[in-house]
T-cell receptor, first 112, second 111 residues
Framework: EPEVTQTPSHQVTQMGQEVILRCVPI?????FYWYRQILGQKVEFLVS????????KSEIFDDQFSVERPDGSNFTLKIRSTKLEDSAMYFC??????????FGPGTRLLVL | GQNIDQPTEMTATEGAIVQINCTYQ??????LFWYQQHAGEAPTFLSY????GLEEKGRFSSFLSRSKGYSYLLLKELQMKDSASYLC????????????FGQGTELSVKP
């Protein structure tokens, strides 16, 4: 059964450094999402992406964040200058035209 | 705006039945999802209700009442592996299709 994959599974970085989180959505899916989950808190929407552009973003998704679909299979989230409060689990999700979103296993980001 | 409420935690016994409730307020309604999330793992899809009533899928059933802004997830014949967080979510009103999640209900199944 096809599934969403994410790399790396864990990332440790220093405050102020740039990180790129990578996702490979399910191949025939059209809508892509990034969510984050701070430890012990709820899953929060960051950004949605469709037809090669951002369709919606949350107030969390400020100028530090960007997304890209560079080659038709990968979907990346870049954090330009990480802050301590960016430490969280980051989930990628995708869907076709129906409503159900399928989530990847997540990248656990720790900013020191 | 949109708001989702569900109990923070519940405890049940192996073999029993448990009902996890969710109430929501939303300016537009495009269905309600339930996801299961084991600690440190991704949410996995359980059910999607868009019409009123009960939908059964094996040991798990989900109920929706749109007029009451209420849903529940029913888990039967509980197993230890059902210990997890159960997330209620609704799609946002914009076309992007984001999901808005509740805080999750942490279910502990005890022998």
């Amino acid at each position: 059964e096809p599934e969403v994959t994410q790399t790396p599974s864990h990332q440790v970085t220093q405050m102020g450094q740039e990180v790129i989180l990578r996702c490979v959505p399910i191949s025939n899916h059209l809508y892509f999402y990034w969510y984050r989950q701070i430890l012990g808190q709820k899953v929060e929407f960051l950004v949605s992406f469709y037809n090669n552009e951002i369709s919606e973003k949350s107030e969390i998704f400020d100028d530090q964040f960007s997304v890209e679909r560079p080659d038709g299979s990968n979907f990346t989230l870049k954090i330009r200058s990480t802050k301590l409060e960016d430490s969280a689990m980051y989930f990628c999700a995708s869907r076709r035209t129906e409503e159900t979103q399928y989530f990847g296993p997540g990248t656990r980001l720790l900013v020191l | 705006g949109q708001n989702i409420d569900q109990p923070t935690e519940m405890t049940a016994t192996e073999g029993a039945i448990v009902q996890i409730n969710c109430t929501y307020q939303t300016s537009g309604f495009n269905g309600l999802f339930w996801y299961q999330q084991h600690a440190g793992e991704a949410p996995t899809f359980l059910s999607y209700n868009v019409l009123d009533g009960l939908e059964e899928k094996g040991r798990f059933s989900s109920f929706l009442s749109r007029s009451k802004g209420y849903s529940y997830l029913l888990l039967k014949e509980l197993q230890m592996k059902d210990s997890a967080s159960y997330l209620c979510a609704v799609p946002g009103v914009n076309q992007g299709g984001k999901l808005i999640f509740g805080q999750g209900t942490e279910l502990s199944v005890k022998p």
